[in-house]
C-alpha cells in the first residue's frame, strides 16, 4: 500500500470585523461564558453538519449541551433542541430528513430521540435503563444498531441497593465507577418504525461497541475482545456479524488497543480501516496508528507506522482517499490519506498556522473540522481544496466570536530550548497582553496532564480547560511556560518512551531546563517562580517541588506522589503491571517513582492540593497524603475536595471556583 500523507496547507480564515467596545482582560465569568462546540456529524449528501454546543446553566448549576446545524454555506445556523434536556450524540438519518440524538431527564438513563427536521415534536425511540453509548444508523435508514452497558428495559420496581460483585482484572473506572459483568455493553437492532430492540450479541462475558455498518447493511462490524481475561492483554479483536437471527461472529483481526477505536468500511465493503495500539508495554504512551483489514480474508497491515505520530478520527472522502487528523508537535492537523499500491511512504508538509484540529466529520465529497487557534474557541469549519494547491478552512460557525472579539488574550510563542542531557524540548510561551521586553514577570510552570498528549496552540474550553487557564494566568501578569517534556506525544514513540518506568525524572529536567531558560532570556523573575498542572501535571509537581525549592508556590491538581499506594486503587493495573512490574518483585522501582511522598521532607514549597471526591483515575487519597505530610512537616498547604466530582469537573461552580483558588494561591505567595 502506498500512502501519501500530504497535509493540506490551510489558512483558517476568521471574518475581521470592528469590535464594538474596547478590548479587556479574560475575566473569571467568561469561563461561564464560553460554549463548548463538539461531535460534528455530516449529512450523508455534506450539505449538513449537525453537532452540540454546552452551555453553563447557571440557575441548575449543571453543564447543557443542545443540538445544532448548519449548512455548508455557513449561511442557516438552527438550534434543534433546547430546555431541561441535555442532548448529545446528533447523527443524520441516511435520507438527511431525520436527526437522531441522545437526552435524558434528570438522572435517568438518555434515550434515543427522533427529529423531523420538517417539523413536529422529538419522538423517543427507546425506552431503556441501561447506558446507549455508539449507535449507528443503517445505510436504508430502517433500522439503528447501538452498544449498551445494563438493562434492556426500564425496570418497574426500583429494587434495593445490592452488593457489588467484582472479578474483574480492569474493575474500576473514571465516572463508571466499579466495573462488573453488568457493564459489559452488548449491541442491539433497534427497527425505526416499530420501536422494537432485538440483540445482536448476548454473551455475557465479553464487550461489544463501535458498531459499524457495512455499506449495503447486510452486516456490522464491532470491537470485542473473547480472550480469557481480555482486560489483562491490553488487546482487541475486530469482529463482522451478519443480522440474521443466530448468526455468528466472524473475527477479522487481533490487535493492541489505541486510545480511541474508529472503524471505516471502503465503499466496495472488501476491506476495513480501524485503529491499533502498542505493546502494553507503552500503554502510557501509545499514538493510534491506522491499520487496515480485508474481509475476505483477514490480512492486516499497519499503514502509517512510517509516520510516527498520532492518526484519529478516519472519514472517508471518496473512494482511496480518507482524511485524517494528525498530532504534530505543537500542532494538530487535518490531511488526507491516499491509499494505492505499492511500498509504504509518508510525506508530510507542515499547515501554514498553528491549530488544533480535534475532530471531523465528512459527506458527499465534503470535509467539516472542529478546530481552534490560540485566540478562537474550537467552531465548526469548511475544509475546502482544490485539485492543486493549499487548502483552506471556511468558518461556518461563529458561537463564542463575540466574547472573544470583547478580549486581548495573551500571545502564545513557540520555544524551544535543550535539556540537561542534551535532549531538545519544544513548548508554548504564553506572554501577558502588553509585555514589555527587559521586565522581569512572575512566571508559572503550568504542566499538561497524561504523560501522553502535548500542550499545542488552540483554545479549546471544555471540563479540562488547560488552554483558557495558560490565558487566564496571562491576564492576570504572568508569564505561562507549558512544555512537552519527555514523555509529551507529537515528536514519535522513542521521545514519548524515554520515560517508561522512569517516572519523575526526564520530565522534571526538561520542565527546570525551560524555566532556566526564561530565566536565561530575563523574561522570568527567578525570585517569583511558580509551578502546578492537572493530573500528570499534579503529579510532575510532586516531582518536582522535592527535587527542587526554586518556586514559591505550587498547585498539584489531581495528583499522586506514593505511587504503592495507587496500585489497586485507581484504574492503571494494566500499565502498573506491565511497566514498572509488581510491586512485590519490583519494590525498588516502585520506591523511586514514589520519590515525592518519600522524600517530602525536602518540599519547602508552599503547596494546594486540589481533586474530585469521586474520582477513580487519580482518587482524591494521593492528595490527602501529600497534605497530610506537609501538614506534619509544616510547610504552607490546603487541601481542597470538590464533593461529587471526577477527574474531570462538570458543575460550573466548582470550575470557577478553581480557578479562582488557582489565582488566588499564585498571588498569595508570587506577588504579596
Not at 478516519?314 to 499500491?341: K, N, T
Not at 498553528?354 to 487557534?373: E, F, K, W, Y
Not at 527542587?548 to 506514593?562: E, L, P, Q, V, Y
Not at 490546603?638 to 483558588?661: A, C, K, M, N, W
Request: hydrophobic share 40%; charged share 20%; aromatic share 10%.
Amino acid at each position: 500500500m502506498n500512502q501519501i500523507f500530504s497535509s493540506l496547507a490551510l489558512v483558517l480564515i476568521i471574518a475581521n470585523s470592528a469590535p464594538a467596545a474596547p478590548k479587556r482582560a479574560l475575566v473569571a465569568e467568561d469561563f461561564n461564558r464560553l460554549q463548548t462546540v463538539e461531535s460534528p456529524n455530516c449529512s450523508r449528501d455534506g450539505e449538513w453538519i449537525a453537532y452540540t454546543v454546552t452551555a453553563t446553566d447557571r440557575a441548575a448549576d449543571e453543564l447543557r449541551s443542545a443540538v445544532w446545524m448548519v449548512n455548508w454555506q455557513g449561511t442557516e445556523h438552527i438550534a434543534l433542541t433546547s430546555g431541561a434536556l441535555s442532548a448529545s450524540a446528533p447523527q443524520f438519518s441516511p435520507d438527511g430528513r431525520f436527526v437522531s440524538y441522545l437526552a435524558a431527564h434528570g438522572e435517568d438513563p438518555a434515550q434515543l430521540y427522533l427529529l423531523d427536521r420538517r417539523g413536529g415534536e422529538p419522538r423517543v425511540l427507546t425506552a431503556v435503563s441501561g447506558e446507549i453509548s455508539d449507535y449507528r444508523w443503517s445505510p436504508d435508514g430502517q433500522r439503528i444498531v447501538f452498544s449498551m452497558i445494563g438493562l434492556l428495559e426500564k425496570p418497574g420496581v426500583i429494587a434495593a441497593a445490592k452488593p457489588i460483585v467484582i472479578d474483574d482484572f480492569h474493575f474500576k473506572e473514571d465516572i463508571t465507577g466499579y466495573r462488573t459483568a453488568a457493564d459489559r455493553s452488548k449491541l442491539y437492532l433497534l427497527t425505526i418504525s416499530s420501536r422494537k430492540i432485538q440483540p445482536l450479541t448476548s454473551d455475557v462475558r465479553y464487550r461489544d461497541e463501535h458498531p459499524t455498518w457495512s455499506p449495503d447493511g447486510s452486516s456490522i462490524a464491532y470491537i470485542s475482545n473473547h480472550e480469557v481475561e481480555a482486560d489483562r492483554l491490553g488487546t482487541q479483536e475486530l469482529y463482522l456479524i451478519g443480522l440474521e437471527s443466530g448468526a455468528t461472529p466472524k473475527r477479522l483481526a487481533h490487535f493492541y488497543a489505541p486510545n480511541k477505536q474508529s472503524l471505516v468500511f471502503t465503499s466496495d465493503m472488501q476491506q476495513i480501516f480501524y485503529s491499533v495500539g502498542f505493546e502494553p508495554k507503552w500503554n502510557a504512551y501509545i499514538h493510534d496508528r491506522l491499520a487496515v483489514v480485508s474481509v475476505a480474508n483477514g490480512e492486516s497491515r499497519v499503514l502509517t507506522d512510517a509516520l510516527d505520530r498520532a492518526v484519529a478520527v478516519p472519514v472517508a472522502i471518496s473512494h482511496g482517499v480518507l482524511g485524517v487528523l494528525v498530532e504534530d508537535d505543537r500542532s494538530e492537523y487535518p490531511a488526507v490519506l491516499q491509499v494505492g499500491s505499492g511500498k509504504a511512504s509518508a510525506v508530510i508538509r507542515k499547515v501554514a498556522a498553528p491549530m488544533a484540529a480535534v475532530d471531523q466529520c465528512a459527506g458527499g465529497g465534503h470535509v467539516a473540522i472542529l478546530a481552534s487557534t490560540d485566540t478562537r474557541a474550537p467552531e465548526i469549519y469548511a475544509l475546502e481544496y482544490g485539485k492543486s494547491g493549499p487548502g483552506h478552512l471556511r468558518p461556518l460557525t461563529h458561537h463564542n466570536e463575540t466574547l472573544l472579539d470583547e478580549l486581548t488574550l495573551g500571545s502564545a510563542e513557540d520555544v524551544h530550548f535543550n535539556s540537561a542531557d542534551g535532549t531538545e524540548v519544544h513548548g508554548i510561551m504564553i506572554k501577558p497582553f502588553g509585555f514589555q521586553k527587559g521586565q522581569l514577570y512572575p512566571t508559572l510552570l503550568w504542566i499538561h496532564g497524561g504523560p501522553n498528549g502535548q500542550d499545542a496552540h488552540g483554545l479549546a474550553f471544555d471540563t479540562y480547560p488547560l488552554e483558557l487557564e495558560r490565558q487566564w494566568f496571562a491576564a492576570h501578569g504572568y508569564v505561562v511556560l507549558a512544555i512537552n517534556y519527555r514523555g509529551s506525544s507529537g515528536r514519535g514513540a522513542d521521545f514519548q518512551r524515554s520515560i517508561a518506568a522512569d517516572w519523575g525524572h526526564k520530565e522534571v529536567e526538561d520542565l527546570l531546563a525551560g524555566v532556566d531558560y526564561a530565566v536565561r532570556e530575563k523574561i522570568a523573575d527567578p525570585s517569583r517562580l511558580g509551578i502546578g498542572g492537572w493530573s500528570y501535571g499534579g503529579i510532575l509537581t510532586d516531582y518536582t517541588i522535592a527535587s527542587d525549592t526554586r518556586f514559591k508556590a505550587a498547585i498539584s491538581g489531581a495528583g499522586s506522589a506514593n505511587q504503592l499506594s495507587m496500585f489497586g486503587s485507581d484504574q492503571y493495573a494494566l500499565q502498573y503491571t506491565e511497566e514498572l512490574g509488581t510491586p512485590w518483585a519490583h519494590l525498588d522501582r516502585w520506591l523511586q517513582v514514589s520519590y515525592p511522598y518519600f522524600h517530602a521532607d525536602k518540599i519547602k514549597t508552599p503547596t494546594l492540593f486540589m481533586g474530585g471526591e469521586k474520582d477513580f483515575n487519580v482518587p482524591i487519597g494521593g492528595s490527602e497524603q501529600m497534605y497530610q505530610a506537609l501538614r506534619v512537616l509544616k510547610v504552607p498547604t490546603q487541601l481542597v475536595v470538590y464533593p461529587g466530582e471526577f477527574h474531570l469537573f462538570t458543575r460550573p461552580s466548582h470550575i470557577y471556583d478553581r480557578i479562582e483558588r488557582y489565582l488566588a494561591w499564585f498571588d498569595r505567595y508570587l506577588k504579596p
